[in-house]
């Protein structure tokens, strides 16, 4: 890939608003952007977060008037809600040492160092009340990999904030798996009625926005 390639595709991209309901990603992409997901870098590596896709259709129709009636909900080929970790535990941060030890072939033992940098911070009594603001940032991370990831396959997106995380919750049983839903993704293709599709793309100049200090 080259410059051009990448920027191109970032121009191309733009939140949708319209998806052809009657266009599914392909299984071989859809399952290469689930691996962006998996891929994706979060704090310690320790990944506070679930990435629910719901494929039920009744479940997003269930969803959307959550969601101020947003049809990319119910139209798009996938949906995903990102939802973090709303509390970090010793069994999560020794869970993920284990999973460390096994994949790299070391000793729990010489991950000790590593293990009590993590509780000294995330077990840390003052950290409770960030915990889930925390390990939304690291859902963040992750919603922007999937974009661009989704982008130089020619896979349009629409990252939506307008829900009411309590009813996503509810419906779909998040607190009692220990998350809240924090931000959510619709992806698929675009439908040739969507007009924003055509518009140019704003951003202030580069010029603004970047500072070499």
């Known amino acids: 890939m080259n ?5 191109q595709a970032l121009r191309w991209r733009y939140a949708t608003k319209v998806f052809d309901p009657n266009r599914k990603i392909p299984a071989d992409v859809w399952s290469a952007l689930e691996d962006t997901l998996v891929l994706s870098a979060s704090s310690f590596g320790l990944q506070p977060y679930r990435f629910v896709v719901v494929d039920d259709p009744s479940l997003r129709q269930q969803l959307m008037p959550h969601a101020w009636n947003q049809r990319q909900v119910v139209d798009a080929s996938h949906f995903v809600v990102f939802a973090a970790r709303t509390a970090i535990t010793e069994g999560d941060i020794d869970r993920w040492i284990a999973r460390i030890a096994e994949v790299r072939g070391v000793t729990r033992d010489s991950l000790a160092g590593y293990r ?22 690291q859902a963040y991370l992750a919603l922007g990999n999937l974009m ?11 990252p939506i904030e307008g829900f009411v995380p309590a ?10 798996q220990g998350y809240t839903s924090v931000v959510c993704c619709a ?4 439908s040739p009625d969507d007009k924003y599709a055509a518009l140019p793309k704003v951003r202030l100049p580069k010029e603004e926005l970047i500072r070499h200090v």
């Open 167 to 176: 009813e996503f919750d509810r419906i779909l049983q998040l607190p009692q």
């Open 116 to 137: 009590s940098m993590m509780t000294g911070m995330l077990l840390d009594p003052s950290f409770a009340p960030q915990a889930v603001h925390w390990a939304a940032k």
């Open 187 to 190: 992806l698929g293709y675009r």
């Open 3 to 7: 410059t051009d390639t990448l920027l």
């Open 148 to 158: 661009t990831a989704a982008a130089l396959l020619g896979i349009d997106t629409c």
